[in-house]
């Protein structure tokens, strides 16, 4: 029997690798799970595991926070362990986070195959730390599983063996199309008196947009000229508001009316908020994926994108120019009625998973 170790570190792992274990069981794959511990609140991470049908994962290595640094070798020094203990036939990452690089760093070093789900994703931006996760993983990986045409396009121009690359579709839409009954039956709007297409839905987490005083005034200049309009529901990521308190924002945000702060939600409540919303501001990568495949209006407060396929084919909107007045301006075409019509991607159908499953079972291990 196949025995693979998938590994989930921050909240949008747990989207990706649910629909994998459930299609590795079905195959008769010896599926185990290693939860690094890199987001370690429960709203951020225990109540995925409740909500995806996850069972408690074999391994926690509760490596908690710190710098990237700290992070990453907590993880390597913690998951050598595992690895010594389980001798899987191969090590699955998803995503682009430091967890994905540091698992993915030690089982190359121990002489297993590495499997990367979400392969091939450029920003062209290599401040971003998940950038730099991203190219390295790629690189060290045998298996590498692209969601969208651009993956394939960067990854035969740096150099990578064609036999190692593989166009699968987007494991997250499969969870998506999983759950989607059952999230139309979650009672998040009648909680938070909300009706469908009455108010903005908005997430904000990365450095860029909010470890500077500067960032979080532009933010908060933006709610206010939306909150004109539409209501705004805001789940504060803790980062975002440990800097809120830290730069003495807090009451600023908090006297705006039309602006519901609420904690980080459950993934089935999420995606109600975000199918029922006139629109979502974002800086997150999954999202752009998941408005798309809603079809929901999304603009992205970000320089460039490493999921393009959102911006070509899908709904989601790059806000390069990041000032209050260009997004106002952006917003209030939407008022408008200029909604950017949509298609899903290809391959983007519910059955990512299933596809990596066949291929990890009918293809030999190829050597990095």
């Known amino acids: 029997m196949m025995k693979i170790l998938s590994v989930v570190g921050a909240r949008p792992n747990f989207m990706k690798v649910a629909p994998l274990h459930r299609a590795f069981l079905k195959r008769g794959i010896d599926s185990r799970i290693v939860h690094t511990g890199q987001h370690y609140d429960a709203k951020m991470s225990e109540v995925f595991f409740e909500q995806l049908g996850l069972p408690q994962p074999d391994h926690y290595l509760g490596v908690g926070g710190g710098t990237h640094t700290q ?62 996760n991203r190219i390295l993983t790629d690189r060290i990986s045998d298996y590498l599983f692209v969601t969208e045409y651009s993956g394939l396009v960067h990854l035969a121009e740096e150099g990578v063996a064609r036999d190692k690359t593989f166009f699968t579709g987007n494991v997250m ?136 396929v959102t911006v070509d084919l899908g709904t989601n909107v790059l806000l390069s120019d990041l000032s209050p007045d260009s997004v106002e301006k952006a917003f209030s075409r939407l008022l408008a009625g200029e909604v950017k019509a949509g298609v899903v991607p290809p391959l983007w159908d519910g059955h990512a998973a299933e596809r990596i499953a066949d291929i990890l079972l009918e293809q030999p291990v190829l050597s990095t």
């Not at 297993?112 to 290599?126: I, Q």
């Not at 990521?237 to 009316?257: I, K, S, Y």
């Open 173 to 308: 839409i499969d969870s998506l199309v999983h759950f989607r009954e059952k999230v139309s039956k979650t009672s998040v709007l009648q909680d938070l008196s909300l009706l469908p297409s009455d108010y903005v839905l908005m997430t904000m987490h990365r450095p860029s947009n909010v470890d500077r005083e500067e960032g979080l005034r532009d933010i908060l200049e933006i709610m206010r000229r939306i909150g004109v309009h539409k209501r705004l529901v805001f789940p504060m990521h803790p980062r975002t508001r440990n800097n809120f308190e830290r730069f003495g924002l807090m009451a600023a945000l908090r006297q705006m009316e039309q602006l519901l702060i609420i904690q980080p939600v459950g993934y089935l409540e999420f995606l109600q908020l975000m199918q029922q919303a006139f629109a979502v501001l974002t800086d997150s990568g999954g999202i752009q994926e998941e408005t798309t495949f809603l079809g929901v209006p999304c603009f992205t407060f970000r320089n460039s994108t490493e999921r393009p």
């Open 71 to 132: 992070q990453t070798a907590r993880i390597m020094l913690k998951f050598e362990e595992v690895l010594s203990r389980e001798n899987p036939d191969l090590v699955l990452v998803v995503g682009d986070v430091n967890s994905t690089l540091a698992c993915a760093l030690v089982a190359v070093k121990m002489h297993y195959p590495v499997a990367h789900v979400e392969a091939g994703l450029r920003s062209g931006d290599p401040s971003m730390p998940e950038e730099i």
